[in-house]
């Protein structure tokens, strides 16, 4: 990464058209993001898997969303750069949904790290190079970023990830030793996460200077395909004792995610929005009652 230069994303479509782009486009989150974003925008889905990508579509055409697809890994710095000249061709970039990633059950560590940490970090920097003043971007973090203790987070070495793509995976992937190596990609996948949520604070201010917004939200367990393989471990089995003792829904993700890109949240920026039915929450109040009996 440390050799690749960004260049301004070329414009060629209508000036008043706005475009929404959706990673992750084929999943459940990114789909109902879709049915939100199209009823105003010309919505762009990107996604790394071509099949689910053209279904995703599909379904969304016999809604009358009309939706551009871009088979897209967001690991790849010039497939992302495509992605956003092919979504720039058809106006103008107002808003970007990052939905892209992958959980601890799709993966080892490092393909877990690869794809959260530096997918995210590849659509934003594209994004920051190319859009116009008033886009916003919002990036999807996890509950599990904001349950992992503090102290095992490498924070020291996300900064690495701007020029030695290398050796920021070498340190994040160290931190990941902390359980064994049956706990590797979940350790891998919280600290991706942690990432996402430190980077849509610590550029805040420098995407700011461009006149853009970053925010980051972290979803609770959520009632998708990928949330629900990890339905008898990790996230999933936090459901049942959290202060909402359900599933989130997609589509009530995919509200949040519209309104932090809209304008009705101009003020919005460099910070992480926790939307989990409290499951962080009642995690920490019977830590707290249990530390004092």
């Given at each position: 990464m440390s050799d690749h230069k960004a260049g301004p994303v070329v414009?060629?479509?209508?000036?008043?058209?706005?475009?929404?782009i959706i990673t992750g486009g084929a999943?459940?989150?990114?789909?109902?993001?879709?049915?939100?974003?199209?009823?105003?925008?010309?919505?762009?889905?990107?996604?790394?898997?071509?099949?689910?990508?053209?279904?995703a579509a599909a379904v969304l055409a016999e809604e009358g969303i009309a939706a551009t697809a871009v088979n897209c890994d967001v690991t790849d710095r010039?497939?992302?750069?495509?992605?956003?000249e092919t979504a720039a061709g058809l106006g103008t970039v107002t808003a970007v949904v990052h939905t892209a990633g992958v959980s601890p059950a799709m993966g080892d560590a490092e393909y877990v790290m690869r794809t959260n940490a530096i997918g995210t970090l590849n659509v934003n920097e594209v994004f920051y190079d190319g859009a116009e003043s008033g886009a916003a971007i919002v990036n999807v973090a996890s509950m599990a970023a904001h349950i992992l203790p503090e102290e095992l987070i490498p924070v020291a070495a996300f900064p690495l990830a701007f020029a030695d793509e290398a050796g920021f995976l070498t340190a994040t992937l160290a931190a990941c030793d902390i359980a064994g190596e049956q706990q590797r990609s979940?350790?891998?996948?919280?600290?991706?996460?942690?990432?996402?949520?430190?980077?849509?604070?610590?550029?805040?201010?420098?995407?700011?200077?461009?006149?853009l917004r970053i925010v980051?939200?972290?979803?609770?367990?959520?009632?998708?395909?990928?949330?629900?393989?990890?339905?008898?471990?990790?996230?999933?089995?936090?459901?049942?004792?959290?202060?909402?003792p359900r599933w989130g829904k997609a589509e009530e993700m995919a509200e949040l995610f519209a309104f932090c890109v809209s304008d009705r949240?101009?003020?919005?920026?460099?910070t992480d929005i926790l939307n989990d039915g409290g499951v962080v929450a009642s995690i920490r109040e019977r830590s707290r009652v249990g530390s004092n009996t």
């Open positions: 414009r060629y479509g209508p000036k008043m058209t706005p475009v929404t999943g459940g989150m990114g789909v109902a993001t879709a049915r939100i974003a199209g009823r105003e925008h010309t919505v762009v889905l990107c996604d790394i898997r071509a099949d689910r990508l053209a279904a010039d497939a992302v750069d495509t992605l956003f979940g350790i891998a996948y919280a600290i991706s996460k942690n990432f996402v949520k430190w980077y849509s604070s610590a550029r805040a201010e420098r995407f700011n200077g461009r006149g980051s939200v972290s979803p609770g367990s959520v009632d998708t395909e990928m949330g629900r393989l990890e339905e008898k471990h990790g996230a999933g089995a936090l459901v049942a004792d959290a202060a909402v949240a101009g003020y919005l920026t460099g």
